[in-house]
């Protein structure tokens, strides 16, 4: 990963000694409350249900066996012995002491890490492809060109206080895994009919409130300009997006009322005078950042005889190879997603032990290295095939082997209204109990790919609206209910989920899912997956089916 | 309590009366008060002929509310020693980008003043983007407070970005390579 420069460490250790008297001031009075949450929430720290929460950056989710180890540190010290991984790759803790955060922030420098605008209206951690650098789909790593956008968009002066917060994506591969096109910026590294590098760039994604799919702004960037062309979006946004409703600040909504023409006609008008300014990149800076990732250097190896002869042998160790071992760039290894949805466990949770545990296997099979997923899981991007068995061996000794990557109990959700303040429903209980209804892995294996994404409140954590299955919490008259929406997805084709009817009770929603599913098994093709089904025959069978179960519980029988 | 401004990085006395445009107001009728003011964009623009001496002395400047196109004042900046950009809610941004665009593309190189919610923990962000003249809403801080606060301008000493007052981003001002093999 990203090693700092005494730049790059200067820059975190003054943050942390700014945001130290800036807590200090605040403890004394100095600030107030108001004056003194903007600065909090571009540290990370919100005041949540219970405590405060601190989101900590982690910059595409590129982590190291080190920092692994300082977050246990973290998790048992200052919290109550665990973290969260969320969906933009980053990890939260739920249980600090506002005075312990400056020097949580302190340990975090010491390992290069932080909480830079991990919220607040600023631009937001850049995410990118877990698998960046090992894919074997990938055209060109977008790690260094991510770092990139990194340090320009790391207390930026001019867009520190945008109308709304903003988030950037990179993508480098055939198949987008960074979800680009839900985005205020996605970034879609391409060449050009030359064969010169640059970015196709799309604005005005996103999910919340106003669920769009964002729209290309321009086909082709040279990568040259990517930084200044980035500014003049910024620019334009930062002068032109509504300030009247947080609801209505998104750049999405500047683009819709807009248009896609008129905003990109004014994009260009301000890159024009930016073009070849300053941020203009240069080779020499690009393989600097570049040479300052200390990836393996990976030589090809032979296929391992005791893997295959163990695939062949071990049913168990055969169905964690099927889902959560992925093909490596390089032969002879490959990519092993450490599964954060075990039965019983809120999604994208590590104890503080399984920090360190995951550190030292990071350390003897993947080089010390570790990437978060948006999905809320855990990847090793490089292990040696011959060292699989012995990896998931491991990892199944401490609760992070579950074979159940892509499957149906692979559910992303957000924290929810167990420790959200802004959550409208609970969402861990949710995915627990659909979890426990389908608890036999050789029928997960049968309904196979599916994604169920559990959103708490429609701000869309969990992503929802790009969920095979979607289900967002809701408030009725003070009671918790969930809309359902199907059809939804993420990758080259994201498309939003459409809602299948009136929402349901917390306790229907097992039933509501195996109705869902019951249909599709009904309905597929052969090696049909849930989304093609839903795609193929549309919304109405599958909806018939979920409302004609439920109304024997709408309408009980008057005895 | 304090009505000093920092300008120029130091503490100073510089009080200038804000003149603003109270409902049902016009810009052609108010009586613009003698002495050192800031008048509002409106005024500016349609009595420009009878202020342009105050103007060119100092004596007058000229703010523009968040939002307010800094491109109006472009074919005025050669008379304009004094403009202020004023910040609603220390939360709206949009005077950071009109202070970039009047520095940076319309060459403005005269006083350029923050004002309304004025506070320290933007003043990094402020003087980057080309303000020389910070003035916290009368009475927000002590002296001795805005003492202290001088120091939040060199909150972030060596920057990733170029801005007004770095030319150059990191990249371009040192040689990180270097930096990396010295290390080696």
Known sequence: ?559 | MSDKIIKNGRVVVDERLTVALAEGEAAADIAVPAGRVLVPLAVWQTRRDELLARARSGELGVWLAAGEDAATLAGDLEALQVIALHFPKFTDGRSYSAATLLRKRHGYKGELRAIGEVLRDQFNYMTRCGFDALQPQAGRYTDAQLEAALASIDDFTQPYQHSVKDPLPLFRSVNRAADREAQQ
């Open chain 1, 1 to 559: 990963m990203y090693q700092y420069d005494e730049y790059d460490q200067r820059i975190v250790d003054e943050r942390v000694a700014q945001f130290a008297d800036q807590t200090r001031r605040y403890l004394a009075g100095e600030l107030s409350e108001d004056e003194f949450r903007p600065l909090r929430l571009q540290n990370g720290l919100y005041i949540q249900r219970h405590a405060p929460m601190l989101r900590i950056a982690v910059p595409y989710g590129n982590l190291n066996s080190k920092q692994l180890r300082t977050l246990g540190h973290i998790a048992r010290t200052f919290d109550r012995g665990y973290g969260h991984i969320t969906t933009r790759q980053n990890i939260q803790f739920n249980w600090p002491r506002l005075d312990d955060v400056p020097e949580i922030l302190g340990l975090l420098a010491n390992v290069q890490m932080h909480a830079i605008q991990t919220s607040g209206n600023c631009i937001r951690n850049v995410t990118a492809d877990p698998f960046a650098g090992v894919a074997a789909d990938e055209i060109v790593d977008p790690r260094p060109w991510c770092e990139i956008v990194r340090q320009w968009s790391t207390f930026h002066p001019e867009f520190a206080f945008l109308p709304r917060k903003f988030k950037i994506a990179v993508n480098g591969a055939k198949e987008d895994r960074a979800v680009i096109q839900v985005h205020d910026i996605g970034l879609d590294i391409v060449h050009n009919a030359a064969g010169e590098l640059g970015f196709r760039v799309l604005v005005g994604g996103g999910l919340g409130r106003t669920p769009i799919i964002g729209e290309e702004v321009a086909a082709f960037v040279p990568w040259q300009q990517i930084l200044n062309y980035c500014e003049a979006i910024l620019r334009v946004y930062n002068q032109h997006g509504r300030r009247d409703n947080a609801y209505k600040a998104r750049i999405k909504i500047l683009v819709k009322a807009l248009g896609v023409p008129e905003f990109a006609r004014q994009v260009e008008e301000e890159f024009a005078h930016l073009k070849d300014g300053p941020s203009t990149l240069t080779q020499a800076e690009i393989d600097r950042v570049a040479s300052r990732f200390d990836d393996p250097v990976l030589s090809p190896l032979a296929e391992d005889a005791g893997y295959r002869a163990r695939l062949a042998d071990d049913k168990a160790f055969a169905a964690w190879a099927r889902r959560n071992v992925r093909a490596h760039r390089v032969a002879g290894y490959a990519s092993v997603v450490l599964s954060l949805k075990p039965y019983g466990v809120a999604p994208g949770d590590l104890t503080a032990d399984q920090f360190d545990a995951v550190a030292d296997l990071a350390d003897r099979y993947a080089f010390g290295e570790v990437r978060s997923t948006h999905e809320q899981n855990v990847v090793l991007a490089s292990v040696r095939e011959a060292d699989l068995v012995a990896l998931w061996q491991e990892a199944r000794a401490i609760g992070l082997a579950t074979p159940n990557i892509g499957l149906l109990t692979d559910i992303i959700a957000c924290p929810g209204g167990d420790f959200c303040a802004l959550a409208n429903a609970k969402s861990i209980p949710i995915a627990n109990a659909i979890q426990d209804r389908f608890d036999k892995l050789d029928y997960l294996f049968d309904i196979g790919d599916i994604e169920i994404n559990i959103s708490g409140c429609m701000n869309a954590c969990g992503h929802h609206h790009v969920g095979h299955i979607g289900i967002l919490g809701v408030d009725k008259n003070g009671a918790e209910f969930y809309q359902v929406t199907i059809g939804g997805k993420q990758g080259n084709d994201a498309a939003l989920g459409k809602v299948i009817g009136p929402s349901f009770a917390a306790a229907e929603m097992p039933d509501v899912i195996s109705a869902l599913i019951d249909t599709y098994v009904d309905q597929r093709h052969d090696d049909e997956r849930f989304i093609d089904t839903v795609r193929r025959i549309g919304v109405e069978p599958f909806k018939t089916r979920v409302y004609a179960d439920r109304q024997p519980q709408r309408k009980p029988a008057h005895v």
